[in-house]
């Protein structure tokens, strides 16, 4: 190679380590914005829900579900999204707390909660209804 070709191909290997560590601040800085944005009360909310939502449907997703027309997941969704909800639901728990209703709010959910365990342990499935 002539002396003129290498400061060329040097040139060019400067311009692109110049573009290189330009892009590499540019990613930088989009990232500390992100992560600044990802620290919001409201973000931290909503990946909160989110997660939770996820982890739920996972765990008692094929429990919840039954073909005999019972209750469903499928079925609380027509209900609305957890996320239309969730307002609703944080100002009856920001309420509950406020007045010191907990220890009566957890009685009731027990007691709904046995109720419906109940429900759908006397629903037959139609297998047994054959037997």
Do not use: C, N
């Amino acid at each position: 190679m002539s002396k003129h070709e290498d400061e060329a191909a040097l040139a060019a290997e400067k311009l692109r380590i110049i573009r290189e560590g330009e892009l590499w601040r540019i990613k930088l800085v989009h990232s500390k914005a992100l992560v600044g944005q990802a620290l919001q009360p409201d973000a931290l909310m909503h990946g909160a829900i989110d997660h939770a939502v996820g982890l739920a449907q996972a765990r008692l997703g094929g429990l919840l579900h039954s073909d005999g027309g019972g209750f469903s997941l499928k079925s609380l969704a027509s209900l609305g999204t957890l996320k239309s909800l969730m307002p609703y639901a944080l100002t009856v728990g920001s309420f509950i707390a406020r007045r010191k209703l907990i220890k009566p709010a957890l009685i009731l959910a027990t007691a709904a909660g046995v109720g419906v365990a109940w429900l759908m342990r006397r629903k037959t499935s139609p297998q047994q209804e054959q037997l």
